[in-house]
């Protein structure tokens, strides 16, 4: 299981628990006083990441930022591997290009 999935399993059996647990403590909660909890919860997990979650729209672009970083970083990893390889390859054929104009008596200029 990657990673993520892994993530998502703790963060969605975390937030059952505290659920329960306040549910359990206030069993005459308010829909007003849940989603007061949630959002105070959700204010505090982004604060534990340094994120200002006050602004919705900016953590957007922050996350779609970091995406591009990401995706960017990758690809430049992969063209790299693509261009080191190349050189790799062109390198061993002219070697075994030379060892052949050497062995059929072509002396290299």
């Known amino acids: 299981m990657r990673l993520e999935a892994h993530v998502k399993v703790a963060i969605k059996e ?10 359990a403590e206030h069993p005459m909660l308010s829909d007003r006083d849940v989603r007061g909890i949630i959002t105070e919860t959700l204010r505090q ?7 200002d979650g ?3 729209f900016e953590l957007q672009k922050d996350f779609q930022h970091l995406r591009a970083w990401r995706e960017s970083v990758e690809s430049v990893k992969h063209k790299g591997l693509v261009a080191a390889v190349g050189v790799v390859v062109t390198g061993s054929l002219g070697l075994l290009w030379l060892g052949f104009k ?3 008596g072509g002396a290299p200029h």
């Open 14 to 23: 975390a937030a059952s628990e505290a659920v329960k647990e306040v549910l």
């Open 102 to 104: 050497t062995v059929l």
């Open 54 to 56: 006050e602004d919705p």
């Open 45 to 51: 997990t982004f604060v534990s990441f340094g994120v």
